[in-house]
C-alpha cells in the first residue's frame, strides 16, 4: 500500500498536469511551466555546496553535501522530454543523492530540442563525462543517474562512450526511462489512464522535436535497439502505473540477454520521475536510499 503523501501526489499530477494537459503547450510555455514547478521545491539544506563549471564547453554544476570527502562522483542528466529541464531544478534531489551516497553529483546542462535536435543532448552529456575523467576522476569512482529522458542518456551515453573506447564508469541508475521513442511499449495503452502524469500524445509530441527527421530507432537515440555488450551494472527502476512501465521491461530483458549485470524494480503505484518527490513522500526518500545501497555497492572511493 502506497503511503497517503503518494496518493495525495498522485491526484495532484493528475489534476494539474495531466487533464489540464498543461505539457501538450507551446514548450516555451511548458518550461516556465517547470521553471515555477522547480521554484517550488525547497531547498534540501543551507549547508548544500553548489559550483558552476564549464565542462568541456557543457555547462553544469556541482552538488555537494556536507562532510562528503571521497572520490566518488555521480554524473546526473535530468529529464523533461529533452526539451525542458535545467540541473537547478533537482538540486533537492541531487544534495540527497551526495550526502545518502557521501558523492559530489555532477549535473549536466545538456541543449535541448526543438533548438538542439539529437544527437545534441549526447554530445553533451559525453563531453561532461570526457571532461571528468580529465580532471582526474577514475572511472571506477564514477556513476551515472538520470530519469526519464535522463534515463536515456544514461544509457545512450553508456554507449556513446564505449563505442568512443573511453573506460565505462562502474555503475548507472535510469529512473522512469524513456527508451524506446518509437513508442512501441504496449503500456503506452494499457496504461494511458493509470498514469497521472503523461497524457495520450505528449511523448510523440517530444519525440519529435527530440529526433528532428533522425531515425527513432537510432541506438543513441533509443538505446533499447542498440548493441547492450560490455556496459557496467545498471538498475533500472519504474513505477507500475507509468505509460513507459514497458521501456523498462524491454531494457532488462535485453541487457540480460547482453550478459550486463541488471536489476529492475517496479514500484507500485508511483508516478513518474518519483525519486525527485523525496523531499514530499516517503517512497521518494526510500528509492534514494536504495539507489545510494546500489552505487555504494560498485563504486569505489
Known sequence: MISSEATELNAYL???????????????????????????????????????????????????????????VLLQFHGGGFVIGHPDTYRNFNARISEALGARVL????????????????????????????????PENIGFVGESAGGNLVLSTLLAA???????????????????????????????????????????????????????????????????????PIYLMAGSTEVLLDDTHAMFEKLSKAGVDVRAEIVPEMPHIWPIFAYQIPEGQLAISRMAAFFGEHLIG
Open 162 to 232: 564505449r563505442d568512443a573506447g573511453l573506460p565505462l564508469p562502474a555503475a548507472a541508475v535510469a529512473i522512469s526511462p524513456w527508451f524506446d521513442l518509437s513508442l512501441a511499449g504496449h503500456t503506452h495503452a494499457s496504461n494511458e489512464a493509470a498514469d497521472p502524469m503523461i497524457g495520450p500524445g505528449l511523448l510523440g509530441q517530444w519525440a519529435e522535436e527530440y529526433l528532428n527527421g533522425a531515425d527513432a530507432k537510432s541506438p543513441l537515440a533509443s538505446p533499447v535497439f542498440g548493441d547492450l555488450s560490455g556496459l557496467p
Open 107 to 138: 549535473a549536466a546542462d545538456y541543449r535541448l530540442a526543438p533548438e538542439s535536435p539529437f544527437p545534441a543532448a549526447v554530445d553533451d552529456t559525453l563531453a561532461t563525462y570526457k571532461w571528468a575523467l580529465s580532471q582526474g576522476h577514475k
Open 14 to 72: 493528475r489534476q494539474e498536469l495531466k487533464e489540464t494537459r498543461a505539457f501538450e503547450q507551446p514548450v516555451d510555455d511548458v518550461r516556465v511551466l517547470w521553471e515555477e514547478f522547480g521554484q517550488s521545491i525547497p531547498n534540501y539544506s543551507p549547508d548544500i555546496t553548489i559550483e558552476p563549471v564549464d565542462a568541456e564547453g557543457v555547462g553544469a554544476e556541482w552538488v555537494t553535501a556536507p562532510g562528503v570527502t571521497g572520490d566518488r
